[in-house]
């Protein structure tokens, strides 16, 4: 009697869903096993193609210092049907709760923060991000003259969420601190606020304690009160929020869904 061969067991794998979100000009991929959404932040701009309309890309400075460039900038002077990226609708990366946004002042313009829970992210794509284990001050920097020294703070070594900004928004952002915010969803629109050369959405990350707040941040402005220069500091070069480029976390996204 002929015995049957033995068959193979093959492990079921993810499909990600490309879809649009809330409006037909938003481009998302959800992952259906955790529900992970990431949406593209620009108008009718697939992920995949953020990298070429990439107008100045991340550059990590030295712990403690403000000079490189700590975000990820995008712009263009035409692209398929638009003329021009001033006015293009922005959109939330990720779903996220706002914490923060700024009137048009040095150096962000108009600006709003979303922050997003760690345990919100697939330990998948956070075993490829590898996020700091813990945070740390950085030593004072005497040239930041206007910072408060960090030996007065008190500090949460414990790194709970991602914080996305998005600056030198054309207008105030159609969110409020406090909203919940889904992926996909509109936060304004682009344009060159704050010290910006030409209109670019301005998009920056950093891994930080969960639960932070952000009042109105200010720096370089001769405007800018102790409290807006003392938020500033600490989002930027204290340690309490540890940078993140955002073209890794877009590839490493992409390279999750393939």
């Known amino acids: ?15 990600f869903v490309i879809t649009p979100t809330l409006s037909p000009t938003v481009t998302a991929t959800i992952d259906p096993a955790s529900g992970f959404l990431v949406s593209s932040p620009l108008a009718d701009i697939k992920l995949s193609e953020l990298a070429s309309i990439m107008s100045e890309p991340f550059n990590r400075p030295a712990p403690g210092l403000d000079d490189g460039h700590h975000g990820t900038d995008f712009s263009y002077y035409s692209h ?13 990366l990720l779903n996220g709760i706002v ?5 048009d002042k040095d150096p962000y313009g108009y600006m709003v923060m979303i922050e997003t829970p760690i345990s919100a992210i697939p330990g998948d794509l956070l075993d490829m991000l590898t996020p700091p284990s813990s945070l740390s001050p950085y030593p004072y920097n005497p040239r930041m003259i ?14 709970g969420s991602l914080y996305i900004l998005y600056a030198h928004m054309k207008e105030p952002a159609i969110v409020q601190s406090g909203d919940q ?27 930080g304690p969960a639960g932070t707040k952000f009042a ?7 405007s800018a009160s102790e409290a807006e220069m003392q ?11 540890v940078l993140q480029d955002p073209m890794e976390f877009i590839n490493k996204w992409l390279d999750y869904t393939r």
Request: a positive charge.
């Open 1 to 15: 009697m002929a015995t049957s061969a033995p068959t193979a067991t093959i492990a079921p794998t993810r499909t």
């Open 181 to 207: 915010v889904k992926s996909g969803q509109q936060l304004g629109f682009v344009g060159n606020t704050g010290l910006s050369g030409n209109p670019h959405l301005h998009l920056e990350m950093r891994w």
């Open 231 to 241: 938020t500033y500091c600490g989002w930027r070069i204290s340690g309490r929020f």
């Open 80 to 92: 398929g049907s638009h003329g021009s990226i001033l006015g293009l609708p922005i959109y939330s």
């Open 99 to 103: 914490v923060g946004t700024t009137g």
């Open 216 to 222: 109105s941040m200010a720096y370089y402005d001769t």
């Open 146 to 159: 206007f910072c408060p020294e960090l030996k007065n703070q008190n500090w949460s070594e414990t790194v």
